[in-house]
Nanobody
Framework: QVHLVESGGGLVQPGGSLRLSCAASGVTFGSYDMSWVRQAPGKQRELVASISGGGFTNYAGSVKGRFTISRDNVKNMVYLQMNSLKPEDTATYYC??????????WGQGTQVTVSS
């Protein structure tokens, strides 16, 4: 049974920082590409950042330079360091594990609210 559990969300003021964590179990973690995906109310799901098993990263243009994705293949963890947060970053953030052609696994999400 595969489980992805996100944590670290919360309420933060504009300009602040948060670090999201995703704990994975039930998978050969290092062979999966991991991503953070967010969805705001009334908006489409957006890929925020991804990292391959080998550590190659990719970012949405809206977060490049502010967010950093990383992973620890020993602890089976993936992180999203979010700096200089903006109100438009407000969303539910989901952890996602992909190893084609297997359908992706998803966590339950963690809410991030950026507001003064």
């Amino acid at each position: 049974q595969v489980h992805l559990v996100e944590s670290g969300g919360g309420l933060v003021q504009p300009g602040g920082s948060l670090r999201l964590s995703c704990a994975a179990s039930g998978v050969t973690f290092g062979s999966y590409d991991m991503s953070w995906v967010r969805q705001a109310p009334g908006k489409q799901r957006e890929l925020v950042a991804s990292i391959s098993g080998g550590g190659f990263t990719n970012y949405a243009g809206s977060v490049k330079g502010r967010f950093t994705i990383s992973r620890d293949n020993v602890k089976n963890m993936v992180y999203l360091q979010m700096n200089s947060l903006k109100p438009e970053d407000t969303a539910t953030y989901y952890c996602n594990a992909v190893k084609l052609p297997i359908p992706p696994y998803w966590g339950q999400g963690t809410q991030v609210t950026v507001s003064s």
